[in-house]
Nanobody, 127 residues
Framework: QVQLVESGGGLVQAGGSLRLSCAASGRTISRYAVGWFRQAPGKEREFVAA????????YYADSVKGRFTISRDNDKNTMYLQMNSLGPEDTAVYYC????????????????????WGQGTQVTVSS
């Protein structure tokens, strides 16, 4: 049974930073790409970032490029999302997800690409 548990969310002022973590159990995640998604109130869940199984390839949504950094520590079976220069538009529930492939495919931004999801962690950015 694969489990993904996010942590690190919270309330931060605009311009601040947060680092989200996603701890995986039940599977060796180095064989799989992982992604981060977010869902703001009243909006559909959207892709944020993805990283390949060995961490060699990363892909970001335009809205977070240059501000967010995705990384992973396969020895710890954990993925991270460093978020800098946060703005109110980044307020959302953030989810990590385990891809079915080790590489970043063209469908990486689509939810159906991912087999397992965490429960989410709330990030609130005040103006």
């Amino acid at each position: 049974q694969v489990q993904l548990v996010e942590s690190g969310g919270g309330l931060v002022q605009a311009g601040g930073s947060l680092r989200l973590s996603c701890a995986a159990s039940g599977r060796t995640i180095s064989r799989y790409a992982v992604g981060w998604f977010r869902q703001a109130p009243g909006k559909e869940r959207e892709f944020v970032a993805a990283i390949s199984g060995l961490g060699l390839t990363k892909y970001y949504a335009d809205s977070v490029k240059g501000r967010f950094t995705i990384s992973r520590d396969n020895d710890k079976n954990t993925m991270y999302l460093q978020m800098n220069s946060l703005g109110p538009e980044d307020t959302a529930v953030y989810y990590c997800a385990l891809d079915r492939l080790p590489v970043i495919a063209q469908t990486v931004v689509q939810e159906r690409q991912y087999d397992y999801w965490g429960q989410g962690t709330q990030v609130t950015v005040s103006s």
